[in-house]
């Protein structure tokens, strides 16, 4: 066929099965649409990979790479709140790393490949909120259960965009982080929201 692709290198297929991941999960990667969708034959596959699970497993860990470098780089912002902020807009704001977040955490954390490498993931983002809130001054002692509920509530809102019937806006999707910063590192026994902001105090007006 003319114009098509003769070659393809490892990192090219893994690019493209991390980029059909975010759209289908693990039943996405497989050799023959990615083969398509890089131009090239199938047969070029089984020079570089010995089995389609290689494949799965090489796109795993560049995820969870992804996810490393995303942590590495926020690292280096001074400030622990602005750090935490940070680290959840740029994660929402990515499309696929957001994407792939939603399939291998919510809907393929069953597969047989996926589960350990996902569990791994998920507690690696939550020793990593505690200690950010930590050094935000929360205790240590609700730092753990914080940093837990950071998590869930940042699943939460990534399924917001896979369920919403319509392309969910992302100025909503950070103010609901926001929101989730400010909860997060509030003062230990403080209410929320605040008793002079009492919602059901302005209801009866």
Not at 6 to 35: C, F, K
Not at 51 to 65: D, G, M, N, V
Not at 109 to 123: C, D, E, F, N, S
Not at 125 to 154: D, H, K
Request: net charge neutral.
């Amino acid at each position: 066929m003319a114009g098509r692709a003769t070659r393809s290198s490892r990192e090219d297929w893994i690019a493209a099965a991390y980029e059909a991941a975010g759209r289908g999960g693990v039943d996405a990667i497989a050799v023959e649409p990615i083969a398509a969708a890089l131009g090239v034959t199938k047969g070029g596959f089984y020079y570089r990979f010995a089995a389609r699970e290689e494949l799965i497993a090489a796109t795993l860990a560049h995820w969870t790479a992804e996810a490393r470098k995303l942590m590495a780089q926020c690292s280096g912002i001074a400030d622990p709140v602005e750090r935490l902020h940070s680290f959840l807009h740029t994660a929402v704001l990515d499309d696929k790393l957001r994407r792939a977040d939603a399939w291998f955490f919510l809907h393929s954390g069953t597969h047989p490949l996926v589960r350990p490498i996902a569990r791994r993931a998920a507690a690696e983002n939550v020793a990593w909120f505690t200690v950010v809130l930590i050094e935000a001054g929360v205790p240590a002692s609700e730092a753990g259960t914080r940093a837990r509920l950071c998590w869930s509530a940042y699943l939460g809102i990534v399924a917001g965009f896979v369920v919403a019937a319509a392309p969910k806006d992302r100025r909503v999707a950070f103010a609901e982080l926001d929101l989730l910063v400010r909860v997060l590192v509030a003062p230990p026994g403080r209410h929320w929201p605040p008793e002079d902001e009492d919602p059901a105090s302005d209801a009866g007006k």
